[in-house]
């Protein structure tokens, strides 16, 4: 166990940071399964717009890397594109 105070607050701080990237990427997952579920056109692109919006930001907070999310929106958008 830490012995710094500064040490104990990190361990705190991440421990925060750590939940609240899992839920953003949980939510993420979500809404990318609601999305491939959808058949409808109109209600897939709001979604497709959501979704990119979402990954865009993981990948900028590094809870996901850039390259993932990018391959991600491709085949989310070749999806919807295909509807």
Do not use: C, P
């Amino acid at each position: 166990m830490a012995n710094h105070k500064s040490a104990l607050k990190r361990i705190r701080a991440n421990e925060a940071k750590r939940l609240r990237n899992r839920y953003q990427a949980k939510t993420t997952r979500t809404f990318i399964k609601r999305l491939k579920n959808t058949e409808d056109k109109a209600e897939a692109q709001e979604l497709l717009n959501q979704v990119t919006s979402m990954l865009d930001r993981l990948a900028k907070k590094n809870v996901l890397h850039k390259n993932n999310a990018a391959n991600k929106k491709s085949k989310l958008t070749k999806f919807v594109n295909a509807l």
